[in-house]
Nanobody, 122 residues
Framework: QVQLVESGGGLAQPGGSLRLSCAASGFTFSRYAMSWARQAPGKGLEWVSGIGSDGSDTRYADSVKGRFTISRDNAKNTLYLQMNSLKPEDTALYYC???????????????WGQGTQVTVSS
C-alpha cells in the first residue's frame, strides 16, 4: 500500500532553515507528481509546493516563493523541501502528498503522510 513518511521537522529560529524529507513506497514514485502541503493551527490545509514526476516542473505558493525549494530523487523514492528564511507564519504541520498524474495540480492528491511539525520561533 502507499506509504509516505515525512521527517526533518523541528524548531527553527526566524531566518533559519530546515530540510524536510518524504520517503515514499508502495507505488511507482517516478510516475507521479508530488506536493508539500501544510496546516497551521486553526487554519485550513494550504498547498505549498509541487514537483512534476521527472522533476522538471516545480511550482510554489506565493507565500513561500523564493524561500522554499522542492526537489526529488526518483532513484531513492524521496521528496525534499528545503526551507530557508523561515518566518513564524511558516509554523505548521507539513504533509507530503502524492499527485494523481505526472503533472503538478495543486490540491489534487490521493494520498498523504502523517506530517512533520515545523515550528518557527525565537
Amino acid at each position: 500500500q502507499v506509504q509516505l513518511v515525512e521527517s526533518g521537522g523541528g524548531l527553527a529560529q526566524p531566518g533559519g532553515s530546515l530540510r524536510l524529507s518524504c520517503a515514499a513506497s508502495g507505488f511507482t514514485f517516478s510516475r507521479y507528481a508530488m506536493s508539500w502541503a501544510r496546516q497551521a493551527p486553526g487554519k485550513g490545509l494550504e498547498w505549498v509546493s509541487g514537483i512534476g514526476s521527472d522533476g522538471s516542473d516545480t511550482r510554489y505558493a506565493d507565500s513561500v516563493k523564493g524561500r522554499f525549494t522542492i526537489s526529488r530523487d526518483n532513484a531513492k523514492n524521496t521528496l525534499y523541501l528545503q526551507m530557508n528564511s523561515l518566518k513564524p507564519e511558516d509554523t505548521a504541520l507539513y504533509y507530503c502528498a502524492k499527485g494523481k498524474t505526472p503533472q503538478v495540480v495543486p490540491y489534487d492528491y490521493d494520498y498523504w503522510g502523517q506530517g512533520t511539525q515545523v515550528t518557527v520561533s525565537s
